[in-house]
């Protein structure tokens, strides 16, 4: 790495169309001053600058008005979340009425299987991926558990490739094909938070089908990072959070959508509360549940409202830059990443996640060889922010909202320091 590599990257930014973006954030700083090259926007994204405005607007309104502000001004907190609806949807590619922005990560994951996951005597087998996040895997077995089956036997898992690390289509076909009509649903991390790897969602949702399966994605990784377009895909159900590429503050709410041909489906059984019930009616406070249709019926409580303020500021982020234009810088910086680390040409570190521009997003996870947890360490010490997975993974995500060519440089050059 020299003077020319150093102008190269800049010449990349100068180039770059969402360069700008990247004012619009807080970049942390190190003890000194000194921005911290920041490749964690897959575990925590960073803080929209505009955020404590949304934030602090709704504190004022909550002083000013109490109880009232349920129902003054330009965002009142009654219809709030439906703020969120349309740009959300956009960023997942959903229609509006399929999507809807409620409770957190794995709460929805359970309500979406409470419908979704009906298992009987003959099909009663969830396939998710080996390496899935363990939370998935946990809110999987307890449902199983739930409906009085064994993990043992309903639960399968599609497994990597063992010398590449990578799951393969052929190994999900082959599992498909042995357990046949016995499988009630798949339910994959997208992209998979270890290894980074995007699975195809239209062929797996097709695949799926074919078996008379139900298919649904957690898309924790995916969302604000890949072009999901669950619609058009055919996707029955997905999840996913907000905090990662959505850049919406540590445990924010979560994302649901339902495809709209469950959306007046009101056999599905469901676990209801008062914001799934007509709007007209809700306050009328009625005995029966009169479900909203689409994906709104599946909402429980009336949501955090200050939650809902910080992702509507990082919406409106992803509506300026927009998700494809996002994705397209996304593939070059990445892949500009890649062609960096090729060039270390370093047997120390191996890339796990598959160079492809269809099958990753930002994140590449950096399997280290003949080197442990103290390279990441030394890394942290030379102001890079990355993380460190058991046993030998360090996963980077450039951001390509708000990271440049030049923090991938830089980050490359630290890690060639470290080695
Ligand atoms: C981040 C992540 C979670 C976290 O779930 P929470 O309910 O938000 O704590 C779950 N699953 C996957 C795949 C994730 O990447």
């Known amino acids: 790495m020299n003077d020319q590599t150093v102008q190269r990257a800049e010449s990349l930014d100068k180039k770059d169309p969402l360069s700008s973006f990247g004012h619009e954030f807080e970049i942390p700083k190190d003890a000194t001053g000194n921005k911290l090259i920041y490749l964690c926007g897959n575990s925590l994204g960073l803080q929209p600058k505009q955020t404590k405005d949304y934030i602090n607007q709704e504190l004022d309104h909550w002083a000013q008005w109490g109880v009232d502000g349920h129902t003054k001004g330009n965002n009142a907190w009654l219809p709030y979340h439906e703020l969120l609806t349309h740009q959300m949807a956009q960023v997942v590619g959903g229609k509006d009425h399929e999507v809807v922005v409620m409770n957190t990560l794995t709460v929805n994951l359970h309500l979406m ?17 080996a390496d899935a996040f363990p939370s998935d895997r946990y809110a999987v077995e307890s449902q199983i558990k739930f409906h009085g089956y064994d993990p043992e036997h309903s639960l399968l898992l599609w497994e990597p490739n063992p010398e590449t690390g990578l799951c393969e289509m052929s190994g999900l076909e082959a599992l498909l094909s042995e357990h046949d009509d016995s499988v ?9 938070y270890y290894s ?4 195809p969602i239209k062929e797996i949702t097709q695949l799926g089908h074919s078996y008379e399966a139900k298919v649904g994605f957690n898309l924790a990784h995916g969302a604000g990072n890949i072009i999901c377009d669950l619609h058009d895909n055919d996707v029955d159900f997905a999840v996913w959070c907000t905090y990662k590429y959505l850049n919406s503050g540590p445990g924010s709410l979560g994302g649901v959508f ?8 009101y056999d599905l059984p469901r676990f209801t509360g008062w914001w799934g019930h007509n709007k007209e009616t809700r306050f009328k406070m009625r005995d029966s549940f009169d479900p909203i249709a689409g994906a709104e019926g599946w909402q429980l409580s009336n949501p955090p409202i200050l939650s809902m303020a910080a992702i509507r500021a990082s919406l409106d982020i992803f509506d ?7 994705r397209e810088k996304s593939i070059q910086l990445t892949a500009y990443l890649a062609e960096l680390l090729a060039a270390l040409n370093s047997d120390k570190i191996r890339i796990m996640t598959p160079l ?10 950096l399997q280290l060889r003949d080197s442990d947890r103290g390279l990441h360490d030394a890394l942290t010490h030379l102001g890079v922010v990355s993380d ?15 990271n440049s060519y030049r923090d991938v440089h830089d980050f490359v050059q630290r890690l060639n320091q470290c080695l």
């Not at 299987?113 to 991926?129: D, G």
């Not at 009630?184 to 998979?192: D, K, Q, R, T, V």
């Not at 300026?320 to 996002?326: L, M, N, P, Q, V």
């Open 196 to 199: 980074g790897q995007v699975y």
């Open 320 to 326: 300026r830059a927009g998700i494809h234009k996002i």
């Open 184 to 192: 009630a649903l798949i339910m994959l991390g997208n992209s998979n």
């Open 388 to 402: 460190w997975r058991e046993p030998d993974v360090i996963r980077v995500a450039p951001a390509p909202l708000y």
């Open 258 to 265: 339902v495809h709209e041909r469950h959306s007046a489906s």
């Open 356 to 365: 492809e521009p269809e099958h990753r997003g930002a994140q590449l996870s």
């Open 113 to 129: 299987m409470v419908s979704f996951y009906q298992p009987s005597r003959q099909r009663h087998k969830i396939i998710i991926e």
